[in-house]
């Protein structure tokens, strides 16, 4: 019975329902635990991986230098060194994590750490140039090592250092002790020694300073291996191998562990200590649980560092496997960690002494511990583990000890402090705010459990006491001899289903979005694959007329003709394709081969070329570090017979190459530097595969606004050739860009041979073959480093920025001085054009520029190129370089036209067209539902009961008619009033008629007494049609 099945189905609906809700209330924390272990477990394309790789959050780094006061009074046991505290200097670090590879094998994931420190004046209580005075470090460091050493080469070095090292302090400016670093005879008279001689000498880098080469390095902080926690998410961000090694290199019998600093084991337990590995000390370091407060508030639990966790291993046996030779004299508070500082007698502790033995402040003067300013504070939410804030505060100390024939054999026995710096990380507002929606969403989830709870016991018992209720007190009224025929065939609403317009709707909205996206089977494949355009590639070389004339003093600028162009059609193709699903990507290589155009080109590649000696140049900058290179060099110079330039033919300079002597030597000397046998502008780019890299790039798939976006060049998604941001590897390769572009925002290309990504600025709204499309062009944003924009300012190398114009590609070109710019200097400072003569920039043949149709984001028109230039400056000790001037010398420039057909054009602009009806058919849609909705009913309502009594009533007299006319209904209301299975000798309808009143006129027609209080027609088996 239908009415018994509705019962049973609403009961078992509300049992359902009830425990469902009944065990979320009891579970809920359990639940929001695995919800919360879901979302944080490290996986790659995630949020949280993406959130991991480049945190969002920066870290203000103030550091604090201690100048030393009496220095002079060393040799004097019975006077303490005198310091005073110069600081804070305020950097902004920005963390990055590079060449990410997951490990599914044992959820880990690798990766290195690059950090770049920004100083902040504005913030900073000191100036880098103030005057910091120390301790000789180098001599302590090396008189540690000498110690091991035999006695003949113990007297040696004693020897050397008494004319190298005598000075017992150092006196640089704050900057060199902190990040720019310094060099001393020291380091240089170590770098000469062998180091299988004496390997202890080996100083790993060319300067010295306590932060040195931190700032943008990826080496210092060295290879981590972290837990995924995949596996098992107690592990989550814990360490599991540093420089591919479970142990430290000073403390083998200590195995790795603690967290890196983004996630904690959680939900975090009172009571119980965390602990962190800190590369900077080499070693893991415990915080212990303080208590609980507010933090804008949130719950959270505070964490401070104690004296116990700066103990060593005599005074807190966890940290014994620590201890080194000397752990029993050093007292608790310091902890060694001179392996990390190459074997200087170097010991961290908290700033100023605080919590440790009170000796250490008293055998020097201007310590003034603070519990405020010097205790290590973390604070973290307790149910993810997140990052509130962070006061981590360390301080470096060096011991000096009286040694015999050492420059300190007087002083008395002490530690000296260094530098402290204090991290400050603070959460930003936007993740804070998601922190603040767990205890809310935690209590709706309650709330909607009650509620869900509630109602399920309503549906199991309340609503079928309802219905059997409501059936008693209904009455049966018969309705014979009513002939009805069932129907086999469901009625389906085909104005709806089948509506053309819905279909089209739905290809717009959903299927061209997957024929956009890039696959082995899509549209676009094979255009992709090989350009069904024809690609003219130009080639501009600059004539260098008057190179006899390159010397400080003549008075002539140098001169330039341009020739060409030389023209090139281009075959491209992409080869070696794999497609990865698992992050919507493919790789490939790009293959192109060139064939020169003769009929098209300007020249011949016959002509004769005189260009700049970039390789004699670049050869007398390496060598010019050392008088034995400079010799080199110049004996090589003459024995070649090398110039200040070379002349070639123009097929030589451009993909054929030409032989050069340096080249040949460099490869019998250094292989791995000279990874090609010729030079040339574009040697050996015709028909290689490996020119332009190891692509990858996104199809779209997953998110259409990601098509064409490189994702990794090399396998990498930093190339490392620039810092921070510069370096990304980002853009499109100029096939595919996003959809439904802005004329706000600039759009990217990536160039591979410049390691960076350049930006296009909208520039203007224009037509091709009648299709609108913006138009994004270089500006001088493409070519700034830090002169207009400041995000551009990390594109300057080696803090070396010349006037903006021009891009230092040294990096990505074998550290060669090569710089590129828009086509005779368009866009640049004045002083390269007035430096030279024959170089005339117009914006008409000069511009770069993509134009591009914003829907669909794919190019119509595009134009323009780059041009090479060597920036020549004098090379002291080098003869023929010494009095050569600064010149940026033009070397030569290429572009690619490619505009598409009408034909092509016709088809781009149906996707105007198709966006345009999508929108118009929407809008229809959207209001002719609306009226279907609200306004026809309540039209046909309002007129039926405005009308007569009479008029309503027949309004209801084909249910009379149903009831004495034998004749066989239609299909469709045989459908609506189906005959009952049961009883087919007597078939009858039962249709409820419900909450319909005695004032409506009905009765006088149906015959129904006034004493009933509804008028009902029902049967006891029959469907509950119902007419209001």
Same mark, same amino acid.
């Given at each position: 019975?239908?009415?018994?099945q509705?019962?049973?189905?609403t009961?078992?609906?509300?049992?359902?329902?009830?425990?469902?809700?009944?065990?979320?209330?009891?579970y809920?924390?359990?639940?929001?635990?695995?919800m919360i272990?879901?979302?944080?477990?490290l996986?790659?394309?995630?949020?949280?991986?993406?959130?991991?790789?480049?945190?969002?959050?920066?870290?203000? *780094?103030?550091?604090?230098?201690?100048?030393?006061?009496?220095?002079?009074?060393i040799?004097?046991?019975?006077?303490?060194?005198?310091?005073?505290?110069?600081?804070?200097? &305020?950097?902004?670090?920005?963390?990055?994590?590079?060449n990410v590879?997951?490990?599914?094998?044992n959820?880990?994931?690798?990766?290195?750490?690059?950090s770049?420190?920004?100083?902040?004046?504005n913030l900073?209580?000191?100036?880098p140039?103030d005057?910091?005075?120390?301790?000789? %470090?180098?001599i302590?460091?090396?008189?540690?090592?000498?110690?091991?050493?035999?006695p003949?080469?113990?007297?040696?070095?004693?020897?050397?250092?008494?004319?190298y090292?005598?000075?017992?302090?150092?006196v640089?400016?704050?900057?060199d002790?902190m990040?720019?670093g310094?060099?001393?005879?020291?380091?240089?008279?170590s770098?000469m020694?062998?180091?299988?001689?004496?390997?202890e000498?080996?100083?790993?880098?060319?300067?010295?300073?306590?932060?040195?080469?931190r700032n943008?390095?990826?080496?210092?902080?060295g290879?981590h291996n972290?837990?995924t926690?995949?596996?098992?998410?107690?592990?989550?961000?814990?360490?599991?191998?540093w420089?591919y090694?479970?142990?430290?290199?000073?403390?083998?019998?200590?195995?790795?562990?603690?967290?890196?600093?983004?996630?904690?084991?959680i939900?975090l337990v009172?009571?119980r200590?965390?602990?962190?590995?800190?590369?900077?000390?080499?070693?893991?370091?415990?915080v212990?649980y303080?208590?609980t407060t507010?933090? /804008?508030g949130?719950e959270a639990?505070?964490y401070?560092?104690? +004296?116990?966790?700066?103990?060593?291993?005599?005074?807190?046996?966890?940290?014994?496997?620590?201890?080194q030779?000397?752990?029993q004299?050093?007292?608790?508070g310091?902890?060694?960690?001179?392996?990390?500082?190459?074997?200087?007698?170097?010991?961290?502790?908290?700033p100023?002494?605080?919590? +440790?033995?009170?000796y250490y402040?008293?055998?020097?003067?201007g310590?003034?511990?603070d519990?405020d300013?010097?205790?290590?504070?973390?604070?973290?939410?307790?149910?993810?583990?997140?990052?509130?804030?962070i006061?981590a505060?360390?301080?470096?100390n %060096?011991?000096v000890?009286?040694?015999?024939h050492l420059?300190?054999r007087?002083?008395?026995?002490?530690f000296?402090?260094?530098?402290?710096a204090?991290?400050?990380v603070r959460?930003?507002?936007?993740?804070?705010?998601?922190v603040?929606?767990?205890?809310?969403?935690?209590l709706?989830?309650?709330?909607?459990?009650?509620l869900?709870?509630?109602?399920?016991?309503?549906? *199991?018992f309340?609503?079928?006491?309802?219905?059997i209720?409501?059936?008693?007190?209904?009455?049966k009224i018969?309705?014979?001899?009513?002939?009805?025929?069932?129907?086999?065939?469901?009625?389906?609403n085909?104005?709806?289903?089948?509506?053309?317009?819905?279909?089209?709707?739905q290809?717009?909205?959903?299927?061209n979005?997957?024929?956009?996206?890039?696959?082995?089977?899509?549209?676009?494949?094979e255009?992709?694959?090989?350009?069904?355009?024809?690609?003219?590639?130009?080639?501009?070389?600059f004539?260098w007329?008057?190179?006899?004339?390159?010397?400080?003093?003549?008075?002539?600028k140098p001169?330039?003709?341009?020739?060409?162009?030389?023209?090139f059609?281009?075959?491209?193709?992409?080869?070696?394709?794999e497609?990865?699903?698992?992050?919507?990507?493919?790789s490939?290589?790009?293959?192109?081969?060139?064939?020169?155009?003769?009929?098209?080109s300007?020249?011949?590649?016959?002509?004769?070329?005189?260009q700049?000696n970039?390789?004699?140049?670049?050869?007398?900058?390496?060598?010019a570090?050392?008088?034995?290179g400079?010799?080199a060099?110049?004996?090589a110079?003459?024995?070649?017979?090398?110039?200040?330039?070379?002349?070639?033919?123009?097929d030589?300079?451009?993909?054929?190459?030409y032989?050069?002597q340096?080249i040949?030597v460099?490869k019998?000397l &250094?292989p791995?530097?000279?990874?090609?046998?010729?030079?040339?502008?574009?040697y050996?780019?015709?028909?290689?595969?490996?020119?332009d890299?190891?692509?990858?790039?996104?199809t779209?798939s997953?998110?259409?606004a990601?098509m064409?976006q490189?994702?990794?060049?090399?396998? %990498?998604t930093?190339?490392? +050739?620039?810092?921070?941001?510069?370096?990304?590897?980002?853009?499109?390769?100029?096939?595919?860009?996003?959809?439904?572009?802005?004329?706000?925002?600039?759009v990217?290309?990536?160039m591979?041979?410049?390691? &960076?990504?350049?930006?296009?600025?909208?520039?203007?709204?224009?037509?091709?073959?009648?299709?609108?499309?913006?138009k994004?062009?270089g500006?001088?944003?493409?070519?700034?480093?830090?002169?207009?924009?400041?995000?551009?300012?990390?594109?300057?190398?080696?803090?070396k920025?010349l006037?903006?114009?021009?891009?230092?590609?040294?990096?990505?070109?074998?550290?060669?001085?090569?710089?590129?710019?828009?086509?005779?200097f368009?866009?640049?400072?004045a002083?390269?054009?007035?430096a030279?003569?024959g170089?005339?920039? /117009?914006?008409?043949?000069?511009?770069?520029?993509?134009?591009?149709?914003?829907n669909?984001?794919?190019p119509?028109?595009?134009?323009?190129?780059?041009?090479?230039?060597?920036?020549?400056e004098p090379?002291?000790?080098?003869?023929?370089?010494?009095n050569?001037?600064?010149v940026?010398?033009?070397?030569?420039?290429?572009?690619?036209?490619?505009?598409?057909?009408?034909?092509?054009a016709?088809?781009?602009?149906?996707v105007?067209?198709i966006?345009?009806?999508?929108q118009?058919?929407?809008?229809? %849609?959207?209001?002719g539902?609306?009226?279907c909705?609200?306004?026809?009913?309540t039209?046909?309502?309002?007129?039926?009961?405005?009308s007569?009594?009479k008029a309503?009533?027949?309004?209801?007299?084909?249910?009379?008619?149903?009831g004495v006319?034998?004749?066989?209904?239609?299909?469709p209301?045989?459908?609506?009033?189906?005959?009952?299975?049961s009883?087919?000798g007597?078939?009858?309808?039962?249709?409820?008629?419900?909450?319909?009143?005695r004032?409506?006129?009905?009765?006088?027609?149906?015959?129904?007494t006034?004493n009933s209080?509804?008028e009902?027609?029902i049967?006891e088996?029959?469907?509950?049609?119902?007419?209001?």
């Amino acid at each position: 019975m239908i009415g018994k099945q509705r019962i049973w189905r609403t009961s078992a609906v509300g049992l359902v329902l009830s425990t469902f809700s009944l065990f979320s209330i009891v579970y809920m924390d359990q639940i929001e635990r695995w919800m919360i272990e879901w979302l944080m477990v490290l996986r790659p394309g995630t949020l949280i991986s993406t959130l991991w790789e480049s945190p969002s959050m920066d870290i203000n *780094v103030d550091l604090y230098i201690f100048n030393w006061t009496n220095s002079e009074s060393i040799g004097d046991p019975t006077v303490k060194p005198r310091f005073e505290e110069l600081g804070p200097y &305020r950097f902004t670090e920005r963390m990055q994590k590079v060449n990410v590879e997951w490990h599914d094998e044992n959820s880990t994931v690798s990766y290195k750490r690059r950090s770049r420190f920004d100083f902040d004046q504005n913030l900073s209580a000191g100036l880098p140039s103030d005057p910091i005075v120390a301790p000789n %470090l180098l001599i302590v460091g090396l008189y540690q090592k000498m110690m091991l050493w035999s006695p003949m080469l113990r007297s040696l070095m004693m020897i050397a250092l008494n004319i190298y090292g005598k000075d017992q302090t150092m006196v640089r400016p704050a900057s060199d002790w902190m990040f720019d670093g310094f060099d001393t005879p020291l380091i240089k008279m170590s770098k000469m020694m062998p180091p299988k001689l004496v390997p202890e000498m080996k100083f790993p880098y060319e300067k010295i300073g306590y932060a040195y080469p931190r700032n943008g390095s990826m080496e210092i902080y060295g290879h981590h291996n972290v837990y995924t926690g995949r596996d098992k998410f107690e592990k989550l961000g814990q360490i599991a191998q540093w420089r591919y090694n479970n142990v430290t290199e000073a403390s083998p019998r200590c195995k790795l562990k603690g967290s890196t600093g983004e996630f904690h084991p959680i939900p975090l337990v009172k009571g119980r200590p965390i602990s962190y590995f800190l590369p900077d000390l080499c070693r893991e370091l415990q915080v212990d649980y303080y208590g609980t407060t507010l933090f /804008e508030g949130v719950e959270a639990f505070v964490y401070k560092g104690s +004296a116990r966790n700066m103990a060593n291993g005599t005074d807190n046996p966890d940290n014994s496997c620590y201890c080194q030779e000397n752990c029993q004299e050093v007292r608790s508070g310091l902890l060694n960690i001179s392996s990390c500082w190459y074997g200087a007698p170097v010991f961290a502790s908290y700033p100023h002494f605080y919590q +440790a033995d009170p000796y250490y402040a008293d055998q020097v003067e201007g310590m003034k511990p603070d519990k405020d300013r010097h205790a290590m504070v973390i604070m973290l939410e307790p149910k993810t583990g997140m990052v509130l804030e962070i006061k981590a505060r360390i301080m470096a100390n %060096l011991l000096v000890e009286p040694k015999t024939h050492l420059i300190y054999r007087n002083a008395r026995k002490t530690f000296f402090p260094l530098i402290w710096a204090d991290y400050n990380v603070r959460i930003t507002d936007d993740l804070l705010g998601y922190v603040k929606l767990i205890p809310i969403l935690e209590l709706v989830g309650k709330i909607c459990g009650v509620l869900g709870a509630s109602l399920g016991v309503l549906m *199991v018992f309340w609503y079928p006491h309802q219905m059997i209720w409501q059936k008693t007190l209904m009455q049966k009224i018969e309705i014979n001899a009513l002939e009805t025929t069932r129907t086999s065939d469901p009625i389906k609403n085909n104005s709806v289903e089948d509506s053309p317009l819905l279909i089209g709707l739905q290809y717009t909205v959903a299927g061209n979005s997957n024929e956009m996206a890039l696959s082995p089977t899509s549209r676009s494949f094979e255009g992709w694959k090989v350009s069904p355009l024809p690609l003219n590639f130009d080639v501009y070389l600059f004539n260098w007329t008057n190179p006899q004339d390159f010397f400080v003093g003549s008075g002539k600028k140098p001169r330039f003709e341009q020739l060409g162009p030389y023209r090139f059609r281009e075959q491209p193709d992409k080869v070696d394709i794999e497609w990865h699903n698992q992050n919507a990507s493919v790789s490939f290589h790009k293959k192109s081969w060139f064939y020169f155009d003769a009929a098209g080109s300007n020249g011949s590649l016959s002509d004769m070329v005189t260009q700049v000696n970039s390789v004699a140049h670049a050869a007398a900058r390496r060598g010019a570090d050392s008088w034995l290179g400079r010799l080199a060099v110049n004996v090589a110079n003459r024995a070649y017979g090398q110039d200040v330039s070379v002349t070639k033919t123009a097929d030589e300079m451009l993909f054929k190459g030409y032989d050069h002597q340096f080249i040949k030597v460099g490869k019998l000397l &250094r292989p791995q530097d000279v990874p090609y046998a010729r030079v040339g502008f574009q040697y050996p780019r015709n028909g290689s595969a490996t020119f332009d890299g190891d692509i990858n790039m996104f199809t779209g798939s997953d998110d259409i606004a990601k098509m064409g976006q490189i994702h990794t060049w090399n396998n %990498l998604t930093h190339t490392g +050739a620039f810092e921070g941001t510069c370096g990304q590897v980002r853009g499109s390769m100029g096939e595919f860009f996003p959809p439904n572009l802005s004329t706000n925002a600039s759009v990217y290309m990536y160039m591979p041979k410049m390691c &960076r990504a350049i930006p296009l600025d909208y520039t203007e709204t224009v037509t091709v073959h009648g299709v609108t499309a913006y138009k994004f062009s270089g500006t001088q944003h493409a070519v700034d480093n830090g002169t207009l924009y400041p995000e551009t300012s990390c594109y300057c190398v080696g803090g070396k920025c010349l006037p903006i114009g021009v891009i230092n590609i040294g990096p990505c070109a074998f550290n060669a001085s090569v710089y590129m710019s828009f086509p005779h200097f368009y866009m640049a400072d004045a002083s390269y054009l007035e430096a030279i003569e024959g170089l005339q920039p /117009e914006r008409e043949k000069h511009e770069f520029f993509m134009t591009l149709e914003p829907n669909a984001g794919v190019p119509m028109d595009v134009g323009g190129g780059f041009q090479a230039n060597y920036y020549m400056e004098p090379i002291e000790g080098i003869d023929l370089y010494k009095n050569v001037p600064r010149v940026m010398i033009p070397m030569m420039w290429c572009e690619e036209r490619v505009r598409v057909t009408e034909e092509i054009a016709a088809d781009i602009a149906l996707v105007s067209l198709i966006v345009l009806l999508g929108q118009i058919a929407t809008g229809i %849609l959207l209001a002719g539902g609306l009226i279907c909705t609200c306004w026809y009913p309540t039209r046909k309502v309002t007129h039926f009961c405005q009308s007569d009594p009479k008029a309503k009533a027949s309004a209801f007299s084909p249910l009379a008619a149903f009831g004495v006319n034998s004749a066989a209904p239609s299909a469709p209301t045989a459908q609506i009033f189906r005959n009952n299975t049961s009883s087919p000798g007597n078939d009858r309808v039962g249709v409820r008629l419900l909450d319909y009143n005695r004032d409506s006129g009905l009765k006088a027609e149906s015959g129904t007494t006034e004493n009933s209080a509804r008028e009902l027609l029902i049967a006891e088996d029959s469907p509950d049609v119902i007419i209001r």
